[in-house]
């Protein structure tokens, strides 16, 4: 059994000498306006409130987007520990015990991390195939924002080598930047870092997790941030001021830099809000899905199965005209998602094309699409005969109205190329009350 110790991020981040505010890409908000400079983000009268350099006071769950531009993807690390919330935390393995782990991130200084709530850890391993083996033994993550939970509980801790197909079934007795203790099989000995692909760990106990690893607060407005070292953490925000947010984690008080400062640059590529006053579709489960390839095809369900948050097929972020999205169903076609939605929303909002990554695969074929939308069962008027869309052109955006209906149905057809890189995004689909 694994001690139980106390999770903490130890950061050493020096205070700015005046104050500045952070310069923003993008504030976009639900109405689809968007500003261009955050001053801060404080508690009001018991509510988040972003203050805009236009003079504007918006509410954070009435936000969807804050993109930062003083920041820019840097160095992530050699190694990667996912959390059992689905949160990433990328650097290098430092110190460890038989009850935590240290990794020095980029962006988030060094976190200590107890191994109870540890869902897998990744060694110099490729991001497509980092997603690969997240399926494969942890399943899709699923669950309200913020206390997401995988699907797959293994009964064993695995440990996955570079140089061997097997996996081996034990115990993890510590991981650090020495190697893996992982008995019975490599009890004396740890095993170099550099010799591991992955470490997955044991399921735990929902009880146990609710515990170490709580979800926000109910009403909380929930955030996810994602970092310049690709670390992605979720959690409420307490203030951003003088260019340094602090974010109240499962792990500890966890502050980032958003501007630059003393020539170092910002740690926060964006913030993006969970549960505001709309819901992602891909924090939804669907009420059926229907997939398929011609007749005659062969189709792995892994490989090609709808994904959330992530490209179809490389399990990397949704791309649409060189555009990153957050969020959003990346789906091959043929692919019908249904959802319940209860007379409660009144807009679909949604940005569709074939993704980015179809067009750099595309060689002698290029990927042509149908995207449909059905609401109550009868095609929305707004793009009544489907919408057809091609490698290389540029994305969408579709606005539906949904208004008192109780279901929607998002399909993806063959247009003139089968299913041949048919690598399509309903990307940033959103419902909005």
Same mark, same amino acid.
């Given at each position: ?17 005046? #104050? ?13 306006? &968007? @500003?261009?400079?955050?001053? /801060? ?9 972003? %203050? ?20 820019? +993807? ?31 991130? *980029? ?48 009964? %064993? ?13 034990? =115990? ?10 992982? +008995? ?29 690893? $709580? ?15 690709? =670390? ?24 980032? $830099?958003? /501007?630059?400062?003393?020539?170092? *640059? ?14 992602? !579709? /891909? ?27 992530? @490209?179809?097929? =490389?399990?990397? +972020? !949704? &791309? ?58 009868? #095609? ?54």
């Amino acid at each position: 059994m694994r001690r139980s110790t106390l999770v903490a991020a130890a950061l050493a981040m020096a205070s700015l000498a005046s #104050p500045r505010a952070s310069r923003a890409d993008e504030v976009r908000d639900v109405s689809g306006r &968007s @500003e261009e400079q955050v001053v /801060s983000i404080s508690q009001e009268k018991g509510l988040t409130v972003v %203050k805009t350099g236009s003079g504007r006071t918006i509410p954070l769950d009435k936000v969807k987007e804050i993109s930062f531009d003083d920041a820019a +993807p840097g160095e992530r690390g050699s190694s990667t520990i996912v959390l059992a919330n689905g949160d990433v935390l990328r650097g290098e393995i430092g110190a460890g015990t038989e009850s935590a782990v240290e990794i020095d991130t *980029p962006s988030l200084g060094k976190v200590k991390v107890d191994l109870d709530v540890i869902a897998a850890v990744f060694h110099d391993v490729a991001a497509e195939k980092e997603h690969k083996l997240v399926l494969k033994h942890l399943g899709k993550l699923g669950g309200a924002p913020g206390g997401e939970r995988f699907a797959l509980k293994p009964n %064993k801790d695995l440990l996955l080598l570079k140089s061997a197909d097997a996996k081996t079934a034990g =115990s993890v007795r510590t991981i650090s930047r020495k190697g893996v203790v992982f +008995p019975p099989t490599f009890e004396k000995t740890p095993v170099p870092l550099s010799q591991v692909e992955a470490v997955i760990f044991t399921g735990q106990a929902q009880k146990m997790l609710d515990e170490k690893l $709580p979800a926000p607060a109910a009403g909380k407005t929930i955030v996810r941030l994602r970092c310049a070292d690709g =670390s992605v953490v979720t959690g409420t925000v307490s203030k951003l001021v003088n260019g340094k947010l602090e974010l109240h984690h499962a792990l500890g008080e966890l502050t980032l $830099p958003t /501007s630059e400062r003393k020539e170092v *640059p910002g740690q926060l590529l964006t913030l993006l809000v969970e549960n505001g006053a709309f819901t992602y !579709l /891909s924090d939804l489960v669907p009420t059926k899905v229907a997939e398929s390839f011609p007749e005659g095809f062969d189709r792995d369900a892994q490989i090609f199965g709808w994904k959330r948050d992530a @490209e179809v097929v =490389s399990g990397e +972020p !949704l &791309s649409l005209g060189r555009r990153t999205f957050e969020k959003g169903l990346g789906v091959h076609t043929q692919c019908s998602l249904t959802y319940d939605l209860r007379g409660a929303w009144s807009k679909l909002r949604v940005t569709v094309g074939v993704d980015d990554q179809a067009s750099r695969a595309a060689s002698a074929h290029a990927a042509s699409v149908v995207f449909r939308v059905l609401v109550d069962g009868k #095609p929305a008027k707004e793009i009544a005969a489907g919408l057809t869309k091609r490698t290389g052109e540029a994305p969408t955006d579709l606005e539906i109205k949904v208004e008192g209906a109780k279901s929607l149905e998002l399909v993806v057809d063959y247009a003139d190329s089968l299913h041949i890189l048919g690598r399509a995004d309903w990307a940033d689909a959103h419902l909005v009350k």
